[in-house]
C-alpha cells in the first residue's frame, strides 16, 4: 500500500485548508484510515481517524469540531477538511492506513497502522 498526501501550505490563524491522500491497492475499502500531525520538536500524535466499515469517525480533542475526515472508496482518497486552522495546528500531517486490525474498527495508536504517506506541511501564521 502506498500513500500520496497533498494539499498542505502557509495559511493565516482562521482560514481553512483540504488534506488528501491517496491510496493504492484494491482493497482500500478494507482499510481503517487515519491522520496523525508532529510539529517540530513534538511526537507525532493521532488527530483523526475513519474506520474501513461504515465510515465510522473518531477525533482527538484537539481538532474536534474543527476538522472533518471522510473516505471516497471509489476514488481511493481520503480527506481531512480542516476549518478555523490555529497555530497550534501547524505540523507535518501524515496520513496512514491500518490494513491489519479489523476490530475494533476505530484504533488511535501509531502502532495500529502499519502504512504511512510522506506528510504533507500545514503552517497555520497568526
Known amino acids: 500500500v502506498q500513500l500520496q498526501a497533498c494539499g498542505g501550505g502557509s495559511v493565516q490563524a482562521g482560514d481553512s485548508l483540504t488534506l488528501s491522500c491517496a491510496a493504492s491497492?484494491?482493497?482500500?475499502?478494507?482499510?481503517?484510515m487515519g491522520w496523525f500531525r508532529q510539529a517540530p520538536g513534538k511526537e507525532r500524535e493521532f488527530a483523526a481517524t475513519v474506520s474501513w466499515s461504515e465510515g465510522i469517525t473518531y477525533y482527538s480533542d484537539s481538532v474536534k469540531g474543527r476538522f472533518t475526515i471522510s473516505r471516497d472508496n471509489a476514488k481511493n482518497t481520503v480527506t481531512l477538511q480542516m476549518n478555523s486552522l490555529r497555530p497550534e495546528d501547524t505540523a507535518v500531517y501524515l496520513c496512514a492506513a491500518n490494513t491489519r486490525v479489523a476490530y475494533p474498527p476505530i484504533v488511535l495508536r501509531r502502532s495500529d497502522y502499519d502504512h504511512w504517506g510522506q506528510g504533507t506541511l500545514v503552517t497555520v501564521s497568526s
Open positions: 491497492g484494491r482493497t482500500f475499502w478494507a482499510y481503517g
